[in-house]
Structure formats: structure tokens, C-alpha cells
């Protein structure tokens, strides 16, 4: 079992930035990944990384102002988000998947344990 437990979500402004960090418990080396889930929205995929953190894949909307990152001493992963924008406004949870290769997956049917969520705003 892999509990997860993000952190880090919060308000900020329009062009601010904020970190998430996700502290994983249990098992480690999975790939995982970040989702989020805006009001009367479908949950997305925002970004996601190889259990080595070799490979990263990132939506479209957030490439080039969102990075992931792992820290597999600390079983804990990241999420810098910068030039925020009102609408990356959402619940944003982590995922892990059970699947011990060395690849990420941006689909969220690989994905076998969610976190509880945290809140970002970005106010315009």
C-alpha cells in the first residue's frame, strides 16, 4: 500500500508561484504523477515523472511554467508551478502507480493510489 499526502497548495496571485510536494509512505519507486480538478471540470493530467526521475511529461497548458521533480530519498515529490494563471485554479492531487517501470503515464487509469488533494487559487 502507498499512502500519499500532498502539501504546499494555497492563494496566491496572477504570475505568482507555489510548490506542492507530495510525501509518499510505503512503497516507493513508481512512477507518479499530478492531477487537478477545477469546479465542474473533468480531473486532468498536469504532470508526471519516472520513478528515477529521469523522464517527465507535462500537459500542454503547463509546459514551460510547471516542473516536476522527485526526491526519492525523501519518497517525496514536487510540483513548482510559476506564472500562475487564474484558470490552473484547482484541487491538485498526486498519484502513484503500481508499475515498477522506468517510464511516466499521463493517463490516469494507471495510476492506483490518489492523494486527498490540496487547493490552489490564483486570483487575477
Known amino acids: 500500500q502507498v499512502q500519499l499526502v500532498e502539501s504546499g497548495g494555497g492563494l496566491v496571485q496572477a504570475g505568482g508561484s507555489l510548490r506542492l510536494s507530495c510525501a509518499a509512505s510505503?512503497?516507493?519507486?513508481?512512477?507518479m504523477g499530478w492531477f487537478r480538478q477545477a469546479p465542474g471540470k473533468e480531473r486532468e493530467f498536469v504532470a508526471a515523472?519516472?520513478?528515477?526521475?529521469?523522464?517527465?511529461g507535462y500537459a500542454d497548458s503547463v509546459k514551460g511554467r510547471f516542473t516536476i521533480s522527485r526526491d526519492n530519498a525523501k519518497n517525496t515529490v514536487y510540483l513548482q508551478m510559476t506564472s500562475l494563471k487564474p484558470e490552473d485554479t484547482a484541487v491538485y492531487y498526486c498519484a502513484a502507480t503500481s508499475v515498477y517501470r522506468d517510464s511516466y503515464y499521463d493517463s490516469q487509469a494507471w495510476y492506483a493510489y490518489w492523494g486527498q488533494g490540496t487547493q490552489v487559487t490564483v486570483s487575477s
Open positions: 510505503g512503497r516507493s519507486s513508481y512512477a
Open positions: 515523472i519516472s520513478w528515477s526521475g529521469g523522464r517527465t
